[in-house]
């Protein structure tokens, strides 16, 4: 994430730091927490000072989560770690517009609990927002912050909640087709220690700002990667990222030739690479075909030999949809 001193907080580029799921603050510049939270709650300014923090014997400010994560803030722009002063002043996120974010956005979070805390100044161990597991931390500016600058930060730091909810980095499948669908296979490229705008967490959340965020959050109409494929022009993307939320697909499957005395092709535009199952009548599998995407299309080949004669089959992706199709072999 691009911290204070390069953004003065209220640049048109968007912030994403990643938060590990530790118990304590780590001395490495990251936010490390460890709760649960429940919902999606949001703290305003007024709450977070009131509730969160408190000052030392030496008159520092420190904001404790629920967690017992720690955190100095910097309650001065004149403070050495700000590096632009701006106005003079902190501005804070305004709650009204994170609710407004939220209701705007298009992507079902049932199943994504946060605590949203807007802080009344900037942690010193990092100046910028971030996120974690089950948190969001909304970074004031040193210039008033546009409504277009709060929905699309807010938005892109819940995409982090959201991909550490959904699709964690121990489902490392998902993440594989992810990243080839994305185009961002390579791991010398694009990886955690890659530049802030190559990293995979990153790219994640600006798909998610761009695809569900609404028309204040995607003011910008472009994502942070302008090297990458706008992500509305990704085949079987967003379908991709619903389908994490437990969103029914609905990409159709297509068999050729279909009745088939051989092998036979099968095709599905927009999905992701999953393996495909042949099924008979009675429900038993009877063969798994690897995927091969080209083209933002994924294809399959079977060649009916695990079929053990004529007869009518099921195919099914194993993507959790309930999309199949009906195929026959001939004798």
């Known amino acids: 994430c ?11 580029l968007i912030c994403g730091a990643t938060l590990a799921v530790l118990a304590h603050p780590s001395p490495a510049n990251e936010l490390q927490v460890g709760y649960a939270a429940t919902g999606l709650v949001i703290h305003d300014t007024a709450e977070t000072l009131r509730d969160y923090c408190a000052r030392d014997t030496d008159n520092r400010l420190w904001l404790t989560l629920p967690s017992g994560a720690r955190f100095e803030l910097v309650t001065s722009t004149s403070d050495p770690a700000i590096f632009n002063p701006g106005d003079g002043a902190f501005h804070t996120f305004d709650a009204a517009e994170v609710r407004g974010a939220l209701a705007s956005l298009t992507f079902p979070v049932a199943r994504i609990h946060a605590d949203v805390f807007l802080l009344p100044y900037p942690r010193r161990s990092g100046l910028e927002s971030a996120a974690g597991a089950g948190l969001i931390l909304l970074s004031p500016g040193v210039q008033p912050l546009s409504r277009e600058q709060q929905h699309a930060e807010f938005i892109h730091e819940l995409g982090h909640v959201v991909h550490r909810a959904l699709m964690p980095d121990s489902g490392a499948a998902t993440w594989t087709d ?66 994490l939320a437990g969103e029914p697909l609905h990409v159709s499957l297509g068999a050729t030739p279909n009745p088939s005395r051989g092998g036979m092709q099968f095709s599905r535009a927009g999905a992701a690479a999953v393996a495909l199952d042949i099924f008979d009548t009675q429900g038993r599998r009877v063969a798994s075909l690897a995927p091969v995407s080209a083209n933002g299309s994924v294809r399959w080949s079977w060649d009916g030999r695990d079929a053990h004669g004529a007869g009518v089959f099921y195919a099914r992706p194993r993507d959790g949809s309930s999309v199949s199709i009906r195929v026959t072999r001939l004798q």
Request: proline residues 4%.
């Open 2 to 12: 691009m911290d204070l001193r390069a953004r003065v907080l209220a640049a048109t």
């Open 178 to 243: 992810y990243r080839a669908m994305r185009g961002i296979a390579d791991p010398a490229v694009y990886g955690a220690a890659a530049a802030h705008a190559n990293r995979p967490h990153e790219i994640f959340a600006e798909d998610f700002r761009a695809l569900f965020g609404g028309a204040l959050a995607n003011y910008s109409g472009s994502i942070e990667n302008a090297n990458i494929t706008q992500p509305a022009q990704v085949a079987g993307l967003k379908t991709f990222m619903l389908a």
